[in-house]
């Protein structure tokens, strides 16, 4: 939440196939992106949850290299509502009339904004004392080939196993192969990051099922008064989120200052459930 000594403002970045997907932009994540090893023209697409500075202070600068580094793709920005004019408003105040890279805004609220052949993304409205929203990356659901079963039938490699991958039924020497029959189904990962709320039901829904929850964890339950005045949650609501809406394992991240480590914090969150973490500076997990 507070930049420390050890720890900087929030962002996430999500790296798969071709896409870069930067959750939150707070200050200093150029240089957190220089030591990681990410280069800033991998971003692709930038994920607001909401308009306070720990989550937008690194926009502007961020965008200005993008254009200072011939960036040659249309980056996207998605935010709660009001996010278009905040964005050009920021970039006005620097003197910029109009955006120095091919940019498109969109506003999100509740369900799918975005989808393609490999993935597609979610948000849904949060509680916080501004409009926020949590966000999920899910993977699209994909046929596997059961080789046992295609090569007992004799159909050779090639296009006919491509139509099967794809959920089509097609024609074998005159019989009919079910792409039921000759397939699994491997179910998509999921990531679902959620910040800055308290704990509401869209925070399970968005959630459900989710192969790694991303969620705040401002205070312990000691400050659990705290939590509830700033609307944000306890580490211990955060596990309850995750327990509630299965997922399989939590990284709690956006610690108050006041946590000069975050042993406190993991050690309530796993009263409730186990598989948690805290997020540090850097560290990289691969889902
Ligand atoms: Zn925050
Ligand atoms: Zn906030």
């Known amino acids: 939440m507070t930049h420390t000594k050890e720890r900087n403002q929030s962002g996430i970045f999500l ?6 997907v930067l959750f939150d932009c707070g200050e ?24 306070h ?9 961020l965008i200005q290299s993008l254009a200072a580094s ?11 509502k009001n996010i278009q004019n905040q964005i ?24 799918l904004f975005f989808e393609n052949n490999d993935f597609f993304l979610s948000s849904a409205s949060l509680e916080h004392s501004v409009p926020c929203v949590g966000y999920s990356f899910q993977e699209q659901d994909r046929r596997r080939i059961r080789l046992d079963i295609v090569k007992k039938i004799g159909i050779p ?23 039921e029959e ?13 910040v800055d709320t308290v704990a509401t039901r869209n925070c399970i829904v968005l959630a459900k099922n989710a192969d790694l929850l991303i969620c705040e964890a401002t205070y312990s339950s000691k400050e659990k008064d705290k939590a509830k005045q700033y609307k944000h949650l306890t580490a211990k609501e955060s596990a309850q989120i995750a327990a509630k809406s299965s997922v ?14 975050t042993q406190e914090i993991e050690e309530d969150a796993r009263t409730v459930f186990n598989n948690v973490i805290c997020a540090y500076d850097f560290m990289r997990v691969t889902l």
Request: hydrophobic fraction near 35%; aromatic fraction near 6%.
């Open 248 to 261: 399989e394992k939590l990284i709690l991240t956006h610690f108050s200052q006041r946590y000069k480590n």
């Open 15 to 20: 790296k798969y196939k071709g896409e870069g």
């Open 182 to 194: 000759t397939t699994t189904v491997v179910k998509g990962r999921k990531l679902t990051v959620i």
């Open 70 to 80: 011939e960036y040659a793709q249309t980056l996207e920005v998605y935010g709660p």
């Open 28 to 51: 200093g994540i150029q240089r957190q992106m220089k030591i990681a090893g990410i280069k800033l023209t991998d971003v692709t697409k930038i994920l607001i949850s909401h308009w």
């Open 88 to 111: 050009r408003g920021v970039l006005q105040a620097f003197g910029v009339q109009k955006p120095p890279i091919p940019l498109r805004i969109q506003e999100v609220g509740d369900g």
């Open 157 to 179: 490699e090639g296009p006919l196993l491509g139509e099967l991958q794809e959920g089509k039924d097609i024609e074998w020497k005159g019989k009919k192969v079910k792409c």
């Open 53 to 61: 500075g720990d989550h937008v202070l690194g926009l502007p600068g």
